[in-house]
């Protein structure tokens, strides 16, 4: 019995050890994505997305940084993430702001803003999301990019966030076990 609830336990463990951070920080990047967040239902900014945000500024005092890449569209009612940010933005930066309105999903931003960054030739990649999430969303973002920093903002962890991310984790991992299986 003791043996079947430990196997259980290193199961249930498993999203938390199977993702690896990124640690390269680079001095120069070419775009700086941010990763969206969904609105509060008038709009407003959660405290989540201010957090990436004011770090992504703070980061641009120390990193230089060609343009910002705002992801996210309306993925939870009818405001697009990419232009609250870029309301939140406007008057704090000079970097220009680059809007992905179009994704729904971690895994849409990093797609959409890839083909926003071969569009304009931006290879050094900065990815600025809040630190729970960042394992995931760097395993996610090795499929689009090869020169990644990982930039994490600190946060205030919820348990509605902890079993956000757990779920999201599993969800990836059962993904990526069936693309293995399929030859992919």
């Known amino acids: 019995m003791f043996y079947f609830l430990l196997l259980i336990v290193l199961i249930l463990l498993i ?39 004011n770090h992504a500024l703070s980061i641009s005092q120390t990193v230089s940084i060609q343009a910002f890449i705002l992801c996210g569209g309306k993925a939870h009612n ?8 870029a309301d ?24 959409y803003a890839s083909l926003i960054c071969q569009k304009n030739d931006f290879h050094r990649i900065g990815i600025v999301t809040s630190s729970s999430h960042a394992p ?8 689009f990019f090869d020169d990644i920093s990982m930039y994490e903002a600190d946060e205030t962890m919820s348990c509605k966030k902890w079993i956000t991310e757990y779920v999201s ?11 293995k299986l399929k030859g992919h």
Request: overall charge positive.
């Open 88 to 111: 939140y933005l406007k008057d704090k930066t000079n970097i220009p702001l680059i809007l992905e309105e179009n994704s729904t999903t971690t895994y849409e931003n990093l797609k």
């Open 169 to 179: 984790r599993w969800t990836y991992l059962i993904i990526e076990a069936k693309n």
């Open 15 to 53: 999203p938390f050890f199977a993702f690896k951070r990124c640690r390269t920080q680079r001095e120069e990047i070419d775009a700086c994505l941010i990763l969206g967040c969904p609105t509060h239902e008038d709009g407003s900014l959660r405290r989540t997305m201010i957090d990436r945000l």
């Open 136 to 143: 995931r969303s760097y395993a996610l973002a090795k499929k």
């Open 78 to 85: 009818e405001y697009s993430e990419a232009q609250a940010m």
